[in-house]
């Protein structure tokens, strides 16, 4: 493996995910040594609406895949209007190829605990809750046991830390439902009802859990406001570009050397990534790539130095979404690999909106049939236009990023498609496996 | 009704009262989990169970039971074995890797073995793609898995053995996961410590340890300004603006003040717009 360059290493900004390679960072007695809980102090001295600013001020954006300006999102709860207020934290992390807010609630939870009291206690919420994904259970285990510690040492419940500040907050296991990772759906299942996306407006910021102003953040919007606390917004800003400032833990998994978790400057290119993680493998060269999760547009070995920041991701007709870069070579199949997400979107769609959850259906079929070499040339057609009747047409995006892989796969791919139509390439799939698919 | 007892009722009460008391119908999820943990599965007992502590019909407990993947609805076994089969992972191996599985135990999808040890289910994404492909049993990863190696899983875990999974704590059985997985802690001594970061997860963090970069620059004592102060530096900008000192570059890496409230309500604008 080749050493990177130094201006490349130089990308590599560990501030999230530095605890991890302290083994004892979940417990509360390593995480006080380093730092912990220091944010919290501090924050508690300052004026709720001062910390609101200095988040404005951080240009922090969402972690989730949508961008939002976090300061923006927390200064929309109104003030004073006599209405309980709700901190959610999105952890029901399942976008497929995404794989940072587990570890950092494995490693490090106490950082996530410290981000939901202080902004918490920003946006006057007294009750905060972390929706997690079922399956994530480790994660689960230690921030279940980081939130016991919180509330044994004072820093949660009543009076945190003399200040008058109370706050409650409870852990909320998921069930398996990709959909509860869309804000809306999130909060009607954790009113106890099916996951199913709200119509919007009314927003989350004034009638979100059980009809009350609530923030809903990413695991890694929330877990990165101790370090702006700490270190101020303009330390932040060091990172990042203009307007996708801070450090960003990109996911890189497929035929690369050494995929991992890599947290770098935002902006970075996926040349940058791969040179990070040694290359790619022996005899595996780039084919296609999401630049963050399966539902954000496929991209090519031609878009080796996009910034992959929100801009720079956009203007290449794609999402950065949630960074989870997953490296296809030509030794694999982009009509296959869009196939197996559909069956994924088909599984998952909430059944809510009838072109994701009709459309997901029929795009899966035509796909079997393409794939066990049956497919016509009118499939392409079929396809495109299904997309175009499910993208904008349903409640949330999990229909939109259903469609990213087809659309651009077909944009990109076309040929591939063509030779299991026109039989040069072999079925992929045989009418045994046809039955068999779900 | 026998088979829920006292201690399952202390702990539905437990469970409701993590909620707002008029918003009880938040346990459900949970509530739904604790019943699980009980038959290993949730039988029309426990949507039963589930709808009397809640004051709700049996339907309303339905609707929400059969909506959510992890809610068994007919017995499972000891060990929920599930194979992650997408994209990544399938590409990786994760297929080969359920196929085998299924033909060797002789089951398909959400289905059972015969002497209740094991139920097989291919997953989606469990959000480990850099350690593809990975399955999971009773929810706790083995990474990295090929036919041969999870072959030995789940031969050891017909045989009686606990193979301690790569990452996460310790196995236990499916029923006791469902306890967690209600809200409770894992009392197992030990457990909550199981299992330390693997090389994937840290790669970035030893790369930069081993060439020594930091983000430099990190001070914890930076203060944050009030709004007052705010304000008033805001005045005193404007002032010097006005008197020519605007040609004073901005120190290196630093970008202008003011800047990155403009973008975000151009952001804002946009989003808007959108909708």
């Given amino acids: ?438 | 009704m026998t088979v829920f007892t006292e201690e399952t009722r202390a702990r539905a009460r437990e469970i409701i009262a993590r909620y707002p008391a008029d918003r009880s119908r938040s346990a459900l999820l949970p509530l739904l989990h604790l019943v699980q943990s009980v038959e290993g599965y949730v039988s029309p007992a426990g949507v039963e169970f589930c709808a009397e502590v809640l004051g709700l019909n049996k339907a309303q407990v339905g609707a929400v039971a059969t909506f959510y993947t992890m809610y068994k609805r007919k017995p499972t076994g000891d060990y929920l074995v599930s194979v992650c089969t997408n994209t990544m992972c399938n590409v990786l191996g994760g297929q080969e890797v359920y196929d085998t599985l299924a033909e060797h135990l002789g089951v398909g999808h959400d289905e059972t073995t015969e002497d209740g040890r094991i139920t097989l289910e291919h997953a989606e994404c469990l959000a480990a793609c850099d350690y593809g492909p990975v399955m999971t049993v009773n929810y706790d990863f083995f990474d990295g898995v090929d036919p041969r190696t999870a072959l030995g899983v789940v031969e050891e875990l017909r045989a009686g053995g606990r193979p301690m999974p790569t990452r996460g704590a310790r196995l236990c059985s499916l029923k006791e996961m469902s306890v967690q997985l209600a809200g409770f802690a894992d009392e197992r001594e030990g457990a909550v410590a199981d299992g330390g970061p693997g090389e994937p997860t840290l790669r970035g963090l030893r790369l930069a340890e081993q060439h020594g970069i930091s983000v430099p620059g990190f001070d914890p004592n930076t203060p944050i300004r009030s709004k007052a102060e705010a304000d008033k530096a805001a005045e005193q900008a404007k002032a010097a603006q006005a008197a020519g000192a605007a040609a004073n570059p901005p120190a290196a890496d630093r970008k202008p003040a003011g800047d990155g409230a403009g973008a975000q309500q151009r952001n804002l604008k946009e989003a808007e717009a959108k909708k």
């Fill in chain 1, 1 to 438: 493996m080749t050493t990177p360059r130094p201006e490349t290493l130089a990308k590599l900004t560990p501030v999230l995910t530095k605890r991890w390679l302290s083994p004892d960072a979940w417990g509360i007695g390593t995480y006080e040594k380093l730092d912990g809980y220091a944010a919290l102090r501090k924050a508690l001295r300052a004026h709720p609406d001062d910390l609101i600013q200095l988040i404005k001020d951080s240009g922090l954006r969402g972690r989730g895949g949508a961008g939002f300006p976090t300061g923006l999102k927390w200064g929309f709860i109104p003030q004073g209007d006599g209405k309980p207020h709700y901190l959610v934290v999105n952890a029901d992390e399942g976008e497929p190829g995404t794989c940072k807010d587990l570890p950092l609630m494995t490693h490090d939870p106490h950082s996530l605990v410290e981000g939901v009291i202080i902004a918490s206690y920003a946006i006057r919420a007294n009750r905060a809750y972390i929706y997690i994904r079922g399956e994530a259970v480790h994660a689960a285990r230690r921030l279940r046991n980081a939130v016991q510690e919180a509330y044994a040492k004072g820093y949660l419940g009543r009076n945190i830390l003399g200040s008058g500040f109370d706050l409650e907050l409870v852990v909320h296991s998921g069930a398996g439902a990709y959909i509860c990772g869309e804000e809306t759906a999130l909060l009607d299942s954790l009113e106890g009802f099916r996951g199913q996306p709200r119509l919007r407006p009314p927003f989350p910021a004034t009638h979100g859990l059980y009809a009350s102003p609530t923030v809903v953040n990413n695991v890694g919007t929330i877990a990165s406001v101790p370090y702006i606390v700490l270190g101020g917004a303009d330390w932040w800003r060091t990172m990042g570009t203009e307007k996708s400032s801070g450090p960003m833990i990109y996911s890189l998994s497929g035929r690369i050397a050494n995929p991992g978790q890599f947290e770098c400057s935002m902006g970075i290119t996926l040349r940058e990534l791969i040179e990070l993680a040694g290359g790619m493998q022996p005899g595996h060269n780039l084919k296609f790539w999401t630049p963050g999760g399966s539902s954000t547009p496929l991209l090519t070995a031609e878009h080796l130095d996009v910034p992959l920041d929100f801009e720079g991701v956009a203007a290449a007709g794609s999402i950065l979404g949630t960074t989870a870069t997953q490296i296809f070579s030509d030794q694999d199949c982009p009509v296959y690999a869009t196939y197996r997400w559909l069956e994924f979107y088909h599984h998952e769609s909430c059944g809510k909106c009838t072109p994701c959850r009709e459309g997901n259906y029929w795009m899966v079929r035509v796909y079997r049939r393409i794939l066990a070499g049956q497919g016509t040339h009118e499939d392409l057609d079929t396809l495109l236009d299904t997309c175009d009747n499910i993208l904008g047409r349903s409640f949330c995006g999990l229909g939109d990023g259903a469609t990213s892989s087809v659309t651009s796969s077909l944009q990109y791919f076309k040929q591939d498609y063509l030779d299991y139509i026109e039989g040069r390439t072999a079925p992929k799939l045989s009418d045994k496996q046809l039955v068999g698919a779900h």
